[in-house]
Structure formats: structure tokens, C-alpha cells
């Protein structure tokens, strides 16, 4: 049977996000459909159209579906989920709002931030802040699933040619509304998306002492990301988060600076290829998982850094 | 209004877990356990709730084995009223957990549940949700500020792209982040006092459910080792290692 994802947009451009659930779907079958559901959202069909391995694209259109809130889509999924063995999402907040009500309407359980397919009904997940891995396997006629982002590569953008099927049905919640929201600005590469990672942690002092970081990310194209000290702290938004509970990365490079290292912050960045930690203190638990550490304060350390790229 | 918060007794968040020899599980054998750090997150705004006039009752529920007693017994402290422990063996699936606390929530006709976003065992980031589609109710996941205003809560959610708004008709569920408070500590007095607060234990027949998951553990294993790396002794010293060994920048 076929796989259905929920693909990732914002009604104006599909997220790469949804490239790397389409890769985890294929492993699992070669019939994957991918479902738009938005508003006024052509642009993100034409996209999503040409997404290789994608065989058919359902597109839901409509005002209920603009923020895409959890009640709605989530029934949506449902009645459409006979059709399918596998409903899966990219583990991102709209996925992690979703799918587990999609699961409960199922009455089956959800299988949440899969790493690895190892077959159509056997999957790989990380636990306990990723210092676990555990392999799970299912027997739930429909498998309901989120996929980590960095667990799989991206399917490649161009050089599908999937069919559309627009649907009809319109789930308008009652019960929940959209009120606002705040996005943050950036011209940065995605964090998650990004090949070069910098963050800053508490050892940065302040919001304003960020702007150091920025010239190393210029120089390297890299995202700006935080650990949970700093967004606590008010240093950054907490959409910068890296960690346990932030977002998960798994760049090329990887530069913490001011970052001690917890647990919890290792397990959104401990996939990265090559890790570097600039801290003063040569205790620092991030120091034994860098491949590069340099023990230095970093207000002399960065803009060294910076004049030397 | 009544609301209704659940809690979890999990590994405390600053143990390092360690896999056990067979492959099975984690050791959790003389572990030192803590409530879930969303859990408390959650707690402690439904206290905020009911000193502000908002609420007239905190009930927290917990699923899991008798020694989830003494977490109920910590939020009793934090100021909870009164306790539930749905008894029932430790770690069941977040679908049975939130089956058994969708029931929990129409016994006592709650107006408001609050849950922590995730717990930091299973990581799973289910059983909010599950709760509000199994009772139906609206949802505002991993919420930084909630309002209630006029039978709705007006709840700020923190999402990949910044943050968001929404406004859902009670009863709801709210799942907390890490961000809408910060948790208060129990006094000595309010722990001694938490000792004399009602604490039911119902069991999972007492709620007509039926508990079972069709998922089960192959296998649970420790993750690759990163390979030591080096210190660098100069910010030339790393351009170069990263230049030319790693090539990671060019």
C-alpha cells in the first residue's frame, strides 16, 4: 500500500523538510503521496509536483486550512488514511501537533521522530535525549509516523512528475482559531537545513554580543543558532533553539561557542559531521564530543576567527 | 474551573542513562527519578491559574506504579488539591496513557487539562494531543503565555518559524514549553501539609479502558561513539585543521 506525507509549507513555498520525509517515505514504499493542505497555496502544488519520487499530489485548498491547525488537518488525514499503510510528517512543530491526534483517531500508536527505516513496519528512533537508540517494530494496520529532518537526505527538488487530485472536503474546526503571529526575520540559511551551524550559548553574555557570531556566519553562509541558556537568558528568540527540546541539526560543521554542553543540547547537534567548541573553560563537557576544541575566550577568539576566513 | 494537570515520574533530567547489557531497555535500577521537567512547567501554571482567581481546583493525575505516589505527592506540594494515580505498570504507550487520562478528565468533568509538552524519557511528544482528539477538545501545543478570557484560552505557541497565537474554546488541552514559567520550589511546611492532601488510586478497570500497543522494543542500544577529537592550540591552528583535515571550509 502507499505512503501518504504531509508535506511542509507556509502557502507560499514548500519546506525542505518535506524533501527528507519523501526520502524516508520511499524507503518504506515507492508509491508516496504527498498532501498539500493550505490556502491559496498554487505555488507550493507546482513545487510539489515535481518532487522526485512523488507519484501523486493531493491538494486541499481552502481557508480552513491556512494555519493548518491540528483539528482540522488532522481529521482531514483520517478520512483519507484508508487508503494508505503509512502516514507520515517531518518531525517540525506542525508535524509534532498533528500526527499524534491523526494516531489517536486511528487508535494506533504514533511512532514519533524516526531515524531509520529499516522496513515497512520496523523503525528506528532515538530516546532519552538521543543517549538511547531503540528499534521498534509495529503491527498497527496503519502506521502513523514522524521523521526526523537530519535522519535522512533530501529527495531531489526537480524531475518528478506526480499526477494532482484536488479534494473537496473542507474540516473547518469550531473550536480553535488563529489569532496572530510573530515570525522571526532571518536572511540566514534554515538551522535545520543549514550546512554550517554557529551557535551561542550562555558564555555569550548578551543579546547584543551575538552580532560577533554574525561575521563568522557570513563569511562560512551559516544559520545562527542558540542553546536553551541564551534563549532563556533573552539573548535570542527561542526559535534558534538547538537541543533535546529546540531543533534538531546534523549541519556539516557545527561551532559552539559559549556552549557548556549539556545533555540536552548535545542531543540537537551530536549528529553533526565535524563539531568545533571555542570555551574558556577546558572542563567543559562539550569538549568530548568536539572533533576541534579550542580552550580561548571567545570576545578574542571570534573575531581572530572571522579576519582569518 | 477545574483543572486538570498530568504528571509523569521519569528519569531526572541530569542522569547520564546508561543501555543495559541484554539490550532491553535502559537501567533505570537506582536511578534517582524526578518529576518531568514540562510536567512541573505544568504544575506550576495551574497554581499561577488559581492564585490569579482563574481556577478554583488543581486535580494531578499520574499513570504508572505506586512509586509514581511520590510525585503526585511533590505537586500536592507545589499546590496541587488533590491526586490521582491511575495504577497501572510503568511505561504503557502514550496512547493507553492518554486514554486512561481522557477518562480521568470526563470523571471530573475538567475544564482545562495541562500536560507537559514531551517527556524527556520516550520523547515522544503524543499524549497531549491524543487526550484532545480522543475527548475531541481543541489543542494549543508547546505554549510560552496562556490567557484564560471568557470560557477560551488564548494560548502563544512557540513554532519552527517564531512564535503564534491561537484562541481555543475550553475545554482544551494545553501542552507546555519550556518557556511559560518558571517552576516554584516546595517549602518544608508545604511538603509535610501535601502529605495530608486526598490522593485516589484508581485502576485502569475502575476507568473501563483497555490498555495494549501493537508497537514493541527490538532492541535498545547505546549510540555510536563520536571519536576523540583534538584541542587546537590558536585560532590559526583550527582555519587550518578545518581547511585541511576535516575540509569542511575552503
Redesign the interface.
Known amino acids: 500500500m502507499s505512503v501518504l506525507v504531509l508535506a511542509e509549507h507556509?502557502n507560499k513555498s514548500l519546506k525542505p523538510a518535506t524533501l527528507n520525509t519523501v526520502m524516508a517515505a520511499t524507503q518504506i514504499d515507492a508509491d508516496v503521496h504527498l498532501l498539500i493542505a493550505g490556502f491559496e497555496c498554487q505555488t507550493v502544488v507546482e513545487q510539489a509536483s515535481k518532487v522526485a519520487g512523488v507519484t501523486k499530489v493531493l491538494v486541499a485548498d481552502n481557508a480552513a486550512y491556512e494555519?493548518q491547525?491540528?483539528?482540522n488537518i488532522?481529521k482531514l488525514l483520517v478520512e483519507m488514511a484508508g487508503d494508505y499503510s503509512h502516514i507520515a510528517a517531518p518531525t517540525?512543530?506542525?508535524g509534532?501537533?498533528?500526527?499524534?491526534?491523526?494516531?489517536?483517531?486511528l487508535?494506533?500508536?504514533?511512532?514519533?521522530?524516526v531515524i531509520k527505516v529499516v522496513s515497512a513496519d520496523?523503525f528506528v528512533r532515538?530516546?532519552?535525549?538521543?543517549?538511547?537508540?531503540?528499534?521498534?517494530?509495529?503491527?498497527?494496520t496503519i502506521k502513523v509516523l514522524t521523521v526526523r529532518i537530519t535522519g535522512f537526505d533530501a529527495v531531489a527538488s526537480e524531475g518528478g512528475n506526480a499526477e494532482r487530485q484536488v479534494l473537496s472536503q473542507v474540516i473547518a474546526?469550531?473550536?480553535?482559531?488563529?489569532?496572530?503571529?510573530?515570525?522571526?526575520e532571518s536572511d540566514r540559511p534554515e538551522l535545520?537545513s543549514a550546512s554550517?551551524v554557529v551557535s551561542g550559548g550562555r558564555g555569550m553574555g548578551n543579546g547584543d554580543n551575538f552580532k560577533i557570531l554574525e561575521g563568522v556566519a557570513d563569511k562560512?553562509g551559516a544559520a545562527i543558532g542558540a542553546s536553551?541558556a541564551a534563549?532563556?537568558a533573552g539573548f535570542v528568540?527561542?526559535?534558534l533553539q538547538v537541543g533535546?527540546?529546540g531543533?534538531t541539526v546534523a549541519p556539516?560543521?557545527y561551532i559552539a561557542v559559549g556552549i557548556s554542553g549539556a545533555?540536552?543540547h548535545l542531543a540537537g547537534m551530536?549528529g553533526s559531521?565535524?563539531?568545533?567548541a571555542i570555551n574558556k573553560d577546558?572542563e567543559a563537557p562539550i569538549?568530548q564530543?568536539?572533533?576541534?576544541?579550542?580552550?580561548?575566550d571567545l570576545f578574542d577568539?571570534i573575531p581572530?576567527?572571522e579576519n582569518?576566513? | 474551573m477545574k483543572i486538570l494537570v498530568s504528571v509523569k515520574r521519569v528519569i531526572d533530567y541530569n542522569v547520564k542513562v546508561r543501555v543495559k547489557a541484554d539490550q532491553s531497555s535502559v537501567d533505570l535500577t537506582n536511578v534517582k527519578m524526578s518529576m518531568n521537567p514540562f510536567c512541573e512547567i505544568a504544575v506550576e501554571e495551574a497554581i499561577r491559574l488559581k492564585e490569579k482567581g482563574v481556577a478554583d481546583e488543581i486535580v494531578v493525575v499520574t499513570v504508572g506504579s505506586k512509586a509514581c505516589q511520590e510525585t503526585l505527592r511533590t505537586a500536592l506540594a507545589l499546590g496541587a488539591d488533590r491526586a490521582i494515580q491511575v495504577e497501572a505498570e510503568d511505561g504503557l504507550d502514550s496512547l493507553s496513557v492518554a486514554k486512561l487520562l481522557a477518562a480521568v478528565a470526563k470523571e471530573e468533568s475538567a475544564d482545562l487539562i495541562i500536560m507537559g509538552k514531551q517527556s524527556i524519557d520516550s520523547d515522544n511528544n503524543q499524549t497531549g494531543q491524543m487526550v484532545a482528539a480522543l475527548l475531541d477538545y481543541p489543542q494549543a501545543t508547546f505554549a510560552s503565555e496562556v490567557v484564560i478570557e471568557n470560557g477560551e484560552a488564548q494560548v502563544t505557541r512557540e513554532t519552527d518559524g517564531g512564535l503564534q497565537t491561537l484562541s481555543v474554546t475550553l475545554p482544551a488541552v494545553i501542552t507546555t514549553d519550556l518557556r511559560l514559567n518558571e517552576p516554584r520550589f516546595a517549602s518544608l511546611p508545604n511538603i509535610m501539609k501535601a502529605k495530608r492532601k486526598p490522593l485516589d488510586v484508581k485502576t485502569v478497570s475502575d476507568l473501563g479502558v483497555t490498555v495494549g500497543c501493537n508497537v514493541s522494543v527490538v532492541s535498545v542500544t547505546a549510540p555510536p561513539e563520536r571519536a576523540a577529537g583534538i584541542k587546537v592550540g590558536s585560532v590559526a591552528e583550527l582555519v587550518e585543521k578545518l581547511k585541511n583535515e576535516a575540509k569542511v571550509i575552503s
Not at chain 1, 509534532?96 to 483517531?105: G, S, Y
Not at chain 1, 474546526?173 to 522571526?184: M, P
Open positions: 507556509d494555519h491547525l491540528a483539528e488532522s517540525t512543530t506542525t509534532k501537533n498533528t500526527m499524534p491526534r491523526v494516531a489517536a483517531l487508535d494506533v500508536s504514533q511512532l514519533s521522530d520496523t532515538p530516546i532519552y535525549a538521543g543517549n538511547a537508540i531503540a528499534t521498534v517494530t509495529s503491527t498497527d474546526a469550531d473550536k480553535s482559531r488563529f489569532v496572530s503571529e510573530q515570525l522571526a535545520t554550517v562560512l536553551r534563549v532563556d528568540p527561542n526559535d533535546q527540546t531543533k556539516d560543521l545533555i540536552q551530536k559531521k565535524v563539531i568545533v577546558e569538549f564530543v568536539a572533533d576541534y576544541g579550542l580552550v580561548a577568539a581572530e576567527l582569518s576566513l
